[in-house]
């Protein structure tokens, strides 16, 4: 009986090696509308692999399956796409229970964290192609075997997670805690096909069993808002700090404490304990905040679009160099205090000052 099994094998390899040396054959299997054939569901879990792809923001970015399912460099492709023999093999013979109950539970190091930073890192990036062949006679098999750090990530704006340990206004050190044989998942939940942030529970979670910093220290991590909120400088911008910073209300007398869960204030109930008597006008006046921040982050964010598309034009390095910094502060007032409750006037004055940074800078 086993060996009928060894002997299908043994045909479907011999035909399909036969189609694989093609090059064309290559290509048509790895695309994701391939791979769709067999992960069909319209769905965030087991077998939507596709669709929760299509939904992601590395789709967008023209990153695909082979990129992340198969090491970078030539024999890492020609090992995904004999790796892919086995998925045959086994949507052939397998049952559908079977190819379930795989799908559900994923082995831990099925994307090691060396292929996520080939792309995220400069360092791992220049390490790897350094060592290994990454094309053959300038065939274009997929991204991933194209990609040069700097050049690649800065075209995304996106950091260098071995060097930037701020992302957005928060601090997470990613260097040191991948020291610990953290996996990206860890943190970024299901990375693409469950769709979850990261989670202040994941981080509370292990720091209480390891030893690492204290949830109530809010400030340690929340950085942006720690600035915004006591007026303390944003990169080279100084403020005021806001008016209930200075009547001493603290990060937990709008947010709470304990519970990692539910940190996200209720703003009708947070201001009640306080505002009582002027309910209404305070929630009044955050309202109309909020919508003059989000006014002008758009007016900003506008710009500064424009602004980059005329320099990249015209090949402006050094204004460049500076634009990209105004990126980073915008960024991280948009990530730190999108309604202004943490200090709306301070938020303001910022994108106030970076629009004339930007006009000065598109002359
Ligand atoms: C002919 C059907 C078929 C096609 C086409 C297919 N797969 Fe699969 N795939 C399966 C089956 C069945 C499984 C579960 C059993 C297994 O591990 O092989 C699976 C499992 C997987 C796994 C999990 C492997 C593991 O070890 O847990 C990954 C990753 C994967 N496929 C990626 C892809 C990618 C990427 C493509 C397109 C390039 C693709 N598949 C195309 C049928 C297919
Ligand atoms: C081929 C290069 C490449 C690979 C491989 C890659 N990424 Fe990305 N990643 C990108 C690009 C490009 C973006 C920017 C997308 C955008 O513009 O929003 C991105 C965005 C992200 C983001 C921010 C946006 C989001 O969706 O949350 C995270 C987090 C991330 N990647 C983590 C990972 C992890 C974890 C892995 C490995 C499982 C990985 N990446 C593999 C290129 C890559
Ligand atoms: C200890 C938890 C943790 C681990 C482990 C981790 N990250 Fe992150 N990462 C974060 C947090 C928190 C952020 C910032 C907040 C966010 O993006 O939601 C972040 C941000 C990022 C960003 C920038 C996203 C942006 O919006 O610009 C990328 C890219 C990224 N991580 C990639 C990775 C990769 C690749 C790995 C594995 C090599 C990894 N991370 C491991 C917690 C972690
Ligand atoms: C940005 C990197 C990235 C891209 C692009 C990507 N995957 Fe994945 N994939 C992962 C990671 C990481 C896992 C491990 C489990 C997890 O964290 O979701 C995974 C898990 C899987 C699994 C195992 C079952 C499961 O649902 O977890 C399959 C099958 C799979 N991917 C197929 C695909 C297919 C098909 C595509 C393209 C349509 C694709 N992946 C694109 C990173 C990626
Ligand atoms: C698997 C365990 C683990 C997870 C998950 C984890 N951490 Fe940590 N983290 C640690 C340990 C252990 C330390 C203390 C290490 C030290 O002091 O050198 C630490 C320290 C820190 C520090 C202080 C570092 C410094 O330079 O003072 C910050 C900030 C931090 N973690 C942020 C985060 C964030 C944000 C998350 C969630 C997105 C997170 N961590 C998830 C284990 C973890
Ligand atoms: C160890 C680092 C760390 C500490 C300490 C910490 N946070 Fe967080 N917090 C995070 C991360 C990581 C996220 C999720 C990622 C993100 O939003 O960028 C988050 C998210 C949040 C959110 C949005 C959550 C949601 O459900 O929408 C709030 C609100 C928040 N934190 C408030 C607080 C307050 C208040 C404190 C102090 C009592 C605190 N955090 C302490 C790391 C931390
Ligand atoms: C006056 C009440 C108040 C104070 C004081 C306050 N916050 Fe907030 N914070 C809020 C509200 C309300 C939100 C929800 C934002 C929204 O939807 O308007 C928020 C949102 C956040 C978020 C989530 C940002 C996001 O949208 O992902 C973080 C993180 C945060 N605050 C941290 C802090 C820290 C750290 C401090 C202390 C330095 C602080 N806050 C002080 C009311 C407050
Ligand atoms: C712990 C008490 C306390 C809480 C909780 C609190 N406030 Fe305040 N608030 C104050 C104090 C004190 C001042 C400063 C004195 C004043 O202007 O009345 C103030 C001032 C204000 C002002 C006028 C100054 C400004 O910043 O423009 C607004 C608006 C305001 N609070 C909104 C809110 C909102 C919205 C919430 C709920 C998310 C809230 N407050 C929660 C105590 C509090």
Redesign the pocket.
Known sequence: MKKRWLIILGILVIVIIGGVINVKMLHY??E?E??A???PEKNFGPGG?FYSWEHSSHAEAGVK??DC?GRPGLVGYLQAKLG?L???Y??IF?SEE??LA??EN??KD?VPNETCLFCHSDEVNQAIRKSRLMQLAGLKFRLLDEVQNPGFRETFWLPDILKVDRIKGLYIPHAAHLENDLHCADCHKGMIHRAAKPSMCTCDKCHQENGGPELSDCALCHQIQEELYFGKKVREFAGTPSPMAESEVSCEDCHGSGDCASLRPDVSKACASCHEDELEDVLQSYRDKAREIKNSLQITTKMFEETYRSLLQKGEEQKLVRLKEIKYVLDEVAAGDPTGIHNGDFVLDILKRLRKELASLGK
Do not use: M, Q, V
Request: proline share 12%.
């Open positions: 299997t790895s994701p391939f791979c054939k067999c992960h692999e399956c082979l399912h892919g086995k998925d045959l086994n949507e397998g079977e190819k795989k799908l994923p082995p099925l």
